[in-house]
T-cell receptor
Framework: SAVISQKPSRDICQRGTSLTIQCQVDSQVTMMFWYRQQPGQSLTLIATANQGSEATYESGFVIDKFPISRPNLTFSTLTVSNMSPEDSSIYLC????????????FGAGTRLSVL | KQEVTQIPAALSVPEGENLVLNCSFT??????LQWFRQDPGKGLTSLLLIQSSQREQTSGRLNASLDKSSGRSTLYIAASQPGDSATYLCAVGFSGSARQLTFGSGTQLTVLP
């Protein structure tokens, strides 16, 4: 299995500011994803983080609001830009390892509250 | 639109009871299905993954089944314990979607001592 470290674990931010969330994996992985879990709801995929190129965003999510970087096979960042209270959610990083079976592993998440 | 539905949304059972959680999906063209557990305020823990070619997977007291033709999966928990209390999420990897997962809304399970 892959061990995923996500930072920060939680934060409280002011409206209009930006927060960058880091995801570090203990081994090289083939794919990395970013999900959002709004209060009381299930997970929604934001984007697939592609190494060395622009992320692939899902419908309803745009790069200007959620810029993503993935400089190598073990690290990615998600920035939540120009935050509003509607951005208050848990943001989760997930990966698929290089081993077989396509099991997807998740980080512990970043709990974001925007005032 | 590819959707995943979980019923019931919440379930409360006495300790020791066997129980079944249900998951249904709208498109039978899947490459795998994964069951997760989420504890309050925490991330997701992978419980079982079923490949599209498989019909079931077992791990300890957990058994997950897959019926692609009917678009259904079940998670069977034997001899439930209070420590099993959590939200259980079903997630489907649909074919052609680059291995991303579509999640159900979850079943919140409470096992009463």
């Amino acid at each position: 299995s892959a061990v995923i470290s996500q930072k920060p674990s939680r934060d409280i931010c002011q409206r209009g500011t930006s927060l960058t969330i880091q995801c570090q994996v203990d081994s090289q992985v083939t794919m990395m994803f970013w999900y959002r879990q709004q209060p009381g709801q299930s997970l929604t995929l934001i984007a697939t983080a592609n190494q060395g190129s622009e992320a692939t965003y899902e419908s309803g999510f745009v790069i200007d609001k959620f810029p993503i970087s993935r400089p190598n096979l073990t690290f990615s960042t998600l920035t939540v830009s120009n935050m509003s209270p509607e951005d208050s959610s848990i943001y989760l990083c997930s990966v698929i390892g290089r081993q077989a079976k396509n099991i997807q592993y998740f980080g512990a998440g970043t709990r974001l509250s925007v005032l | 639109k590819q959707e995943v539905t979980q019923i019931p949304a919440a379930l409360s059972v006495p300790e020791g009871e066997n129980l079944v959680l249900n998951c249904s999906f709208t498109d039978s063209a899947i490459y795998n299905l994964q069951w997760f557990r989420q504890d309050p305020g925490k991330g997701l823990t992978s419980l079982l993954l079923i490949q599209s070619s498989q019909r079931e997977q077992t791990s300890g007291r957990l058994n997950a089944s897959l019926d692609k033709s009917s678009g259904r999966s079940t998670l069977y928990i034997a001899a439930s314990q209070p420590g099993d209390s959590a939200t259980y999420l079903c997630a489907v990897g649909f074919s052609g979607s680059a291995r991303q997962l579509t999640f159900g809304s979850g079943t919140q399970l409470t096992v009463l001592p």
